[in-house]
């Protein structure tokens, strides 16, 4: 069966420290994948998708980027936080059925 | 652009009442439709997918219909339970399966004993 982790579960950083958040699918080779922020009191919001490795998209232009160095992993990354990255950061995969399966999510809190 | 409202935002019901949370969107050329819900602190677990050529698709006291043309679909619970409390979130898919999901903002549910 597939798993998604992500790590850590929970992280509390100062502003202007680099980030870097894992996100690591088994039991499927070559899935979509996706970096969602959830900030409080704001809908799901899409940061970085990925068809492939090397292939990245990015949705809303900030700070952070995402990198494909594996099939199943996918890393969300920034060099310099800010308090506006505070937030619910979750990892997704496509299932060959088109479903849509979400990881456990880490905790960002930016001081 | 692709926009999904999910109302009402919050909704508060005895327990084993049948409920209904609505979910629309803009833009009727979707490939498919899926349900979640999220408890608090939690990742997303998914409940349902419709896809674009489904009407509606039934998982244990769970209902979900796919209304394309008018932009529109509903999720059915019936005899609500204190452990349906969370977060239950709409989301379209576009033109094709690699398109990315358009979430709504949800409706948090809460099931009172």
């Known amino acids: 069966s597939q798993t998604i982790h992500q790590w850590p579960a929970t992280l509390v950083q100062p502003v202007g420290s680099p980030l870097s958040l894992e996100c690591t699918v088994e039991?499927?080779?070559?899935?979509?994948l996706y970096w969602y922020r959830q900030a409080a009191g704001r809908g799901l919001q899409l940061l970085f998708y990925?068809?492939?490795?090397?292939?990245i998209s990015s949705e809303v232009p900030q700070n952070l980027s995402a990198s494909r160095p594996q099939d199943r992993q996918f890393i969300l990354s920034s060099k310099k936080l800010l308090l506006s990255d505070s937030g619910f950061y979750l990892c997704?995969?496509?299932?060959?059925?088109?479903?849509?399966?979400f990881g456990p999510g880490t905790r960002l809190t930016v001081l | 652009k692709q926009e999904v409202t999910q109302i009402p935002a919050a909704l508060s019901v005895p327990e084993g009442e049948n409920l209904v949370l609505n979910c629309s969107f803009t833009?009727?050329?979707?490939?498919?439709l899926q349900w979640f819900r999220q408890d608090p602190g939690k990742g997303l677990t998914s409940l349902l997918l419709?896809?674009?050529?489904?009407r509606e698709q039934t998982s244990g006291r769970l209902n979900a219909s796919l209304d394309k043309s008018s932009g529109r679909s509903t999720l059915y619970i019936a005899a609500s339970q204190p452990g349906d409390s969370a977060t239950y979130l709409c989301?379209?898919?576009?033109?094709?399966?690699?398109?990315?999901?358009?979430f709504g903002k949800g409706t948090r549910l809460s099931v009172i004993a």
């Open positions: 997704a995969w496509l299932g060959v059925s088109d479903t849509q399966y």
């Open positions: 039991g499927t080779s070559n899935p979509n």
């Open positions: 990925s068809v492939g490795i090397g292939q």
């Open positions: 833009d009727s050329a979707i490939y498919n």
């Open positions: 419709i896809q674009s050529s489904q």
């Open positions: 989301a379209v898919r576009g033109h094709s399966g690699n398109t990315p999901l358009v």
